[in-house]
């Protein structure tokens, strides 16, 4: 199995750039789908972005081009770079990761979740 810890979360003014971290224990995320999600206060948790086990990655619509998913050579290591922040993108932050599918890009349940970290954009 596999543990998460995320963090970098802090608050900054709009338009200012923060990076997430999120290391994993117990195993690389190597066979793993890994991702980003968010949730403020009073909203349904929301996907940021994925990374595929082949490398791809996909993000919200909110975030696109803005944000920037990443792994280290050694799998250990998940980053969420963000750039351009926005008010609206203040939320706990929480990385994770689910059992891959039938092929690099499809992806089983999250069950593995961090802690969260949060992140605050003030304008």
């Known amino acids: 199995q596999v543990q998460l810890l995320e963090s970098g979360g802090a608050s900054v003014q709009a338009g200012g750039s923060l990076r997430l971290s999120c290391v994993a224990s117990?195993?690389?995320?190597?066979?793993?789908?890994v991702g980003w999600f968010r949730q403020a206060p009073g909203k349904e948790r929301e996907r940021v972005g994925t990374?595929?086990?082949?490398?791809?990655?996909d993000y919200a619509e909110s975030v696109k081009g803005r944000f920037t998913i990443s792994k280290d050579n050694a799998d250990k290591t998940l980053t969420l770079q963000m750039d351009n922040l926005k008010p609206d993108d203040t939320a706990m932050y929480y990385c994770?990761?689910?059992?891959?599918?039938?092929?690099?890009?499809?992806?089983?349940?999250?069950?593995?979740w961090g802690q969260g970290t949060q992140v605050t954009v003030s304008s």
């Open positions: 990374m595929f086990r082949d490398g791809s990655t």
């Open positions: 117990g195993s690389t995320i190597s066979n793993y789908c």
């Open positions: 994770a990761a689910a059992l891959g599918g039938a092929n690099s890009r499809t992806c089983r349940q999250y069950n593995y």
